[in-house]
């Protein structure tokens, strides 16, 4: 009997959690369906709609569409309320990268680069774009350091290769640099960046 009744009350709470929930399923389907029309602004109001400051979803889909309605520093603060709510996630940050790029904020960008990389030391996606920041910083033994872990983890990706070789010429490695280049050339033969590359190593 002990069984039944506690069975019965789980049914009930699921029921009650389902029901509770129903809104803002609708409200984020409603949205789906308005920005696959293009209707940004109509896919946030959805989930202004039903909004709920405590909730992560809400926070990151509003981020996401108001950076894609233009409105970057309202995107931002989205993302930041999203990370603030889960600490270690990373696609708040990811996310929150995107505004703060269109707003021309590269330290903001770096420091959220950084962030990530101390939980996720091995992304190879944020160490190359960090590395390339730091490349057209002229930080080339940040750079250097960044583009080295994603040579190591994807040792034959034309685009790691490429910037990892022009990193060690800019630090005056003309072997390694040489080696680089070549191996580029094996990804992408007669590629022009790598072919300048040796030219300039006498």
Partial sequence: MKKISILLLYMLLISELYAQDQPMQQ??????????????????????NIYNPQSYECNLRLGYLKYMMGTYAEASGYYQKAIELMPYAIEPRLGKVLPLA???????????YVAILKNDPKNSAVNYKLGYIYYTRKQYT????????VVNLYPFDYDALLMYAWTNYRLGKLKEA??????????SPADKSALEGLSLIK
């Fill in 27 to 48: 409200a984020f389907a409603s949205s789906y369906t308005m920005e696959k029309a293009g209707n940004y602004a109509g896919a946030a109001q959805a989930i202004s």
């Fill in 142 to 149: 940040q750079a250097y350091k960044c583009f080295e872990k």
């Fill in 178 to 187: 040489k080696l680089l280049f070549q191996k580029v050339l094996l990804a």
């Fill in 102 to 112: 269109a707003l021309g904020k590269w330290d903001d960008v770096m420091a959220m």
